[in-house]
């Protein structure tokens, strides 16, 4: 399991952090009009580097990077880049704006229930990166340095190259990491009976690793009256996890688990964009990506071995075209439409002690073509009010072969209504209802395994996705000038929950992906900007989010009410961070609250709980163009408890087997790094 903090780590060469806000004034536009400006040097005393600090310091904003789904329209995240979103699926969002320097930044639009002439992307609020025309050669390299506990030193290493002149514009990057999986390391695993006494008592040592090295790039230039851009990206990745499990009870003994992944991942992407007059613009986008993985792992006890492997290559090819109209500016218009075709072919093995296991769905070939067309509007009938339209209708054909073969075809309408209503300059009140139809996971077609909890899950390419009626009312409240508190209440009303069924064959029972019926989940989110300087707290922040859940779902063994797998019923994440400019050092905390998991098998139940994580940061400015960065993760030693309640049989009619409890703790790190940006 890759715990969160895992991303971090990864990001060494820029690591997840947020710091302050500075005391300059930004120009503000009226706060009628939905869109607040905040220009570059709002930013200066925080010592942002990039368009992704920036948006960390925003007021009122939080960074979604979007849905991975397939498809390029619906899954984009909150940010966009010169009112566009990136012509990428693969390279996630934060990097993108990563490589975006502050230098090249003019200023950042927030945008709060729409605006005409901008897709919103199917949100509500969103941050839109307005760029500076031209420049010269700017760059920035950084190196970083992470200490593990447990003597591992993780290091990381990122160059940044862009530049452009008279519309040509070009940028590069290359980084590579190494990261800590903090799921697991020393601690103390009980096995108890039905009756609670102890089967089996151990010792845990388990150690995860990962490493990635990407390699991106983007041209573009004018080309037939228009801006064509072309980027790519190469990415490679290893993760390893060996965990022994030193036995003490009922006799000395030892398991050990040992898993290796492999993942490969192109793209390229085209895009064309050119104004029809002064009204129109036409946008085209031509996007191929592949994704293969080769995931190993050996669990060996006394005389058993097991072996699972499986080796998947995927692909997708996404074509899509786009025409927008702005009547007025209070009126916009946009239709358009997408098709893309997608593959996924998957080989599964699994061995028990040298004999093979057939599996369900272990060996397919999964095929989709998909289309879209949409239409959207943004009306401002009046200085407080703006309105939001869309239709949506969405048709795929998805057929397997090999083990399991079949063809269906599914078609849906998706309408969306947005409203917002302004009453005063500092409040604003949004509301949201549409159908939402999510994308089924080529992942819940094949087959899995994790060996070392004996779990094997069948693949289901026999899946309808979820639907869901989502209502949403959203108010937020602007105070003592950058500070901002929001509320959102969300509902949503669900059909074909996809969630976990036992699938019966001549061999045994296996828990399997499934369409389990109707539910329902409820969400509350609590948004919080505070500067703090009325508290004598000069440049200083306090900024944080927080998410209640709460979900219904019938479970197809037992026939009772439960939540839905894997939905965390509470989520929060806060910083706390105050600029000093005349010392050139901003300092802060990050705190990222702890959760708990809980997934529902047929013959098993699984918590997991994880910690919550502390990270104490400073940055110090030691001349203008090299920042020095120093964190101390995980502070406060969290660590993850992995409960699993195994019946003899089906839930809900089986005795109690077995509980196993596992309890491990990992430790502090220390990180550094230093970063020098240079050009223009």
């Not at 509500?124 to 700017?138: E, S, Y």
């Not at 998957?346 to 369900?360: A, E, K, M, N, Q």
């Not at 195994?646 to 703790?665: A, H, I, M, N």
């Amino acid at each position: 399991m890759i715990a969160p903090a895992l991303a971090s780590a990864l990001a060494l060469a820029a690591p997840e952090a947020a710091a302050g806000i500075s005391t300059q004034p930004a120009a503000v536009a009226p706060a009628a009009e939905g869109v607040i400006s905040y220009p570059a040097a709002f930013f200066a005393d925080s010592q942002a580097a990039n368009a992704w600090e920036m948006l960390l310091r925003l007021p009122g904003f939080t960074l979604d990077t979007g849905d991975k789904i397939r498809g390029f329209e619906g899954g984009g995240g909150n940010a966009l880049i010169d009112g566009q979103r990136p012509t990428s699926k693969t390279d996630p969002l934060d990097e993108l704006l990563r490589r975006v320097p502050v230098a090249q930044i003019e200023r950042i639009d927030l945008i709060r229930g729409g605006a005409p002439g901008i897709d919103m992307q199917g949100r509500t609020v969103i941050a839109n990166v307005i760029r500076k025309p031209g420049g010269g050669l700017q760059g920035l390299v950084a190196v970083a340095n992470n200490h593990i506990y447990d003597g591992r030193n993780l290091h990381g290493f990122r160059l940044e190259l862009s530049g452009g002149r008279e519309g040509r514009n070009w940028e590069g990057s290359a980084r590579y990491g190494f990261g800590a999986d903090d799921g697991g390391d020393f601690g103390p695993g009980v096995v108890l009976g039905p009756d609670g006494r102890p089967l089996r008592v151990s010792q845990i040592d388990s150690t995860g690793g990962i490493g990635n090295q990407t390699l991106t790039g983007a041209y573009e230039q004018p080309v037939l009256g228009g801006k064509f851009r072309i980027n790519g990206r190469l990415f490679w990745e290893k993760y390893k996890f060996k965990e022994d499990n030193v036995i003490v009870l009922p006799e000395a003994g030892l398991a050990t688990t040992d898993d290796i992944n492999h993942t490969d991942e192109t793209e390229l992407g085209l895009r064309f964009t050119r104004d029809l007059g002064s009204r129109a613009t036409l946008d085209l986008i031509g996007l191929r990506q592949t994704r293969d993985r080769d995931i190993s792992s050996v669990y060996a006890e006394a005389l058993e071995e097991d072996r699972f492997n499986l080796q998947r290559e995927g692909s997708e090819t996404i074509g899509r075209g786009v025409l927008s109209y702005r009547s007025s500016e209070t009126l916009s218009f946009e239709a358009g439409g997408e098709g893309a075709f997608n593959k996924l072919q998957s080989d599964t093995r699994l061995t028990v002690s040298g004999t093979p296991i057939p599996l369900p769905a272990a060996n397919v070939v999964v095929e989709e073509t998909r289309s879209e067309v949409f239409a959207k509007s943004v009306w401002r009938p009046s200085s407080k009010w703006t309105l939001e339209g869309g239709l949506r209708y969405e048709a795929s054909s998805i057929s397997s072969s090999g083990d399991v073969a079949l063809e269906k075809s599914l078609n849906f309408l998706k309408p969306r209504l947005a409203a917002t209503w302004a009453p005063t300059e500092a409040t604003q009140v949004r509301l949201r209802f549409e159908r939402v139809v999510g994308q089924l996971s080529f992942d819940d077609f094949v087959a899995d395994s994790s060996l070392n909890t004996g779990v094997v899950t069948a693949g289901n390419p026999d899946l309808n996705p979820e639907q869901a009626w989502v209502s949403e009312v959203a108010v937020e409240q602007r105070f003592w000038k950058e500070g901002v508190v929001g509320v959102t209440l969300r509902r949503s009303a669900l059909t074909d929950v996809i969630d976990r069924a036992p699938i019966i064959t001549e061999f045994a029972i296996f828990d399997s992906p499934a369409n389990i019926g109707d539910g329902t989940k409820d969400e509350l989110v609590l948004n919080l900007t505070a500067p703090l300087g009325r508290f004598g707290l000069t440049g200083a922040q306090l900024k944080g989010e927080a998410t209640w859940r709460r979900s219904d779902v019938t479970d197809p063994t037992t026939g009772e009410s439960r939540e839905i797998s894997k939905l965390r019923p509470v989520e929060w994440e806060a910083t706390f961070s105050q600029d000093l400019p005349q010392w050139r050092t901003t300092w802060g905390v990050d705190v990222y609250g702890g959760w708990r998991e809980t997934s529902y098998r047929f013959n098993e139940v699984s918590t997991f709980k994880l910690g919550t994580f502390v990270r104490p940061f400073a940055e110090w400015r030691v001349r203008p163009d090299i920042i020095v960065r120093f964190e101390l993760p995980n502070i406060t030693e969290r660590g993850l408890r992995r409960t699993r309640t195994v019946y003899d049989g089906p839930r809900g009619s089986s005795q109690v087997l077995f509980t196993d409890d596992r309890k491990l703790e990992f430790g502090r790190m220390y990180y550094v790094r230093i970063r020098k940006t240079f050009g223009a």
